[in-house]
Nanobody, 123 residues
């Protein structure tokens, strides 16, 4: 079975930092782009960030560029999302995702979803 085990959410004040982790199993890690989507109350799911394990290409939503950094550890089959200078509008459930080879902005193209982890940023 494919599993994307997300961890690291929590409550933080605006301007603070959090780090999310996504441990993948059941897939060939190098064959997938691993990343994060998020969904805020009343809003659609949106791509936050993604890293293609085949060539290391990274993608970020415009709203998080310069604040979030995605990285991967092949040995641990784990992807990390370092979130700095968090804003109240970053509050959402964050989902770890996997899609074959290349990153995508469309949730419809995602092959696998992990369970969500809640990030709450207070003002």
């Amino acid at each position: 079975d494919v599993q994307l085990q997300a961890s690291g959410g929590g409550l933080v004040q605006a301007g603070g930092s959090l780090s999310l982790s996504c441990a993948a199993s059941g897939i060939t890690f190098d064959d997938y782009a691993i990343g994060w989507f998020r969904q805020a109350p009343g809003k659609d799911r949106e791509m936050v960030s993604c890293i293609s394990r085949s060539d290391g290409t990274t993608n970020y939503a415009d709203s998080v560029k310069g604040r979030f950094t995605i990285s991967g550890d092949d040995a641990k089959a784990t992807v990390y999302l370092q979130m700095n200078n968090l804003k109240p509008e970053d509050t959402a459930i964050y989902y770890c995702t996997a899609v074959a080879v290349f990153c995508t902005m469309s949730p419809l193209e995602i092959d696998y979803w992990g369970q969500g982890t809640l990030v709450t940023v207070s003002s």
